[in-house]
C-alpha cells in the first residue's frame, strides 16, 4: 500500500517493485531497480527516507526514525530488521533481525549479521562486519565482502519476476 502523508507522497522508480502488502508512506524516496516485499514498512511521517538503487527491503521490515535516513544503493536488507538509524551506506548487508538504533550510521560495504543489535550513535567504517547484543565491529574478510556486494542481484530478479506476473503496488 502506498499512501501520501501531510502531502508528501511516496516517489518510487517506475521499474521498482512495491508489494501490495508492503506499507510505504509519506516523504519516501525509492530508487531504480529496488524493493519491497510484504510485510515491511516504510514510514516517512516524522523525517524523509531515501532508499537508493537495487536495495532490497525485505518481508517485515520496518524503516521509521524522527531523523532523515539515506539508504545507499546495492543495499540488502533482511527479514524482520528494524532500521532507526541515519544512514545506510553503498553495497551493505543487513541480515535478519538486526536492529540498528537512534542515529546510528552504518558505511558502505558492511556486513550487519543476524540479530545484531547497534547501539545508538555507533558510526560504522566501511567495510566493517558487526555482530553481537550489543554489536561489537571488526574488519570484514574478504569472504564477507564478496557476499555484502553480491547478495542483491538474487532479489533484482526475483522483483522483476513477481512485477511480471502483475504483482506489486500501482506506483504512483
Avoid at 3 to 31: C, H, L, M, N, W
Avoid at 60 to 68: A, E, F, I, K, M
Avoid at 90 to 99: E, F, K, R, V, Y
Wanted: hydrophobic share 40%; net charge negative; with cysteine.
Amino acid at each position: 500500500m502506498i499512501r501520501s502523508y501531510q502531502g508528501k507522497t511516496p516517489r518510487i522508480a517506475e521499474d521498482a517493485f512495491v508489494s501490495e502488502a508492503a506499507y510505504v508512506v509519506g516523504d519516501v524516496e525509492i530508487g531504480a531497480g529496488s524493493s519491497v516485499w510484504p510485510g515491511a514498512v516504510v514510514r516517512a511521517d516524522f523525517a524523509p527516507i531515501r532508499i537508493g538503487r537495487n536495495t532490497h527491503i525485505e518481508d517485515n521490515s520496518t524503516l521509521h526514525q524522527g531523523d532523515p535516513i539515506d539508504i545507499g544503493d546495492n543495499v540488502t536488507i533482511g527479514h524482520n530488521v528494524v532500521v532507526h538509524c541515519r544512514r545506510i551506506g553503498h553495497n551493505t548487508l543487513i541480515a535478519n533481525h538486526a536492529t540498528l538504533l537512534d542515529r546510528a550510521e552504518v558505511g558502505a560495504g558492511c556486513v550487519v549479521a543476524a540479530g545484531a543489535v547497534l547501539r545508538p550513535d555507533t558510526k560504522v567504517p566501511d567495510g566493517s562486519f558487526v555482530a553481537g547484543v550489543p554489536a561489537t565491529v571488526r574488519p570484514l574478510s574478504e569472504s564477507q565482502r564478496t557476499l555484502a556486494h553480491d547478495f542483491g542481484s538474487t532479489y533484482r530478479e526475483l522483483a522483476d519476476s513477481y512485477r511480471a506476473e502483475g504483482l506489486g503496488d500501482p506506483l504512483p
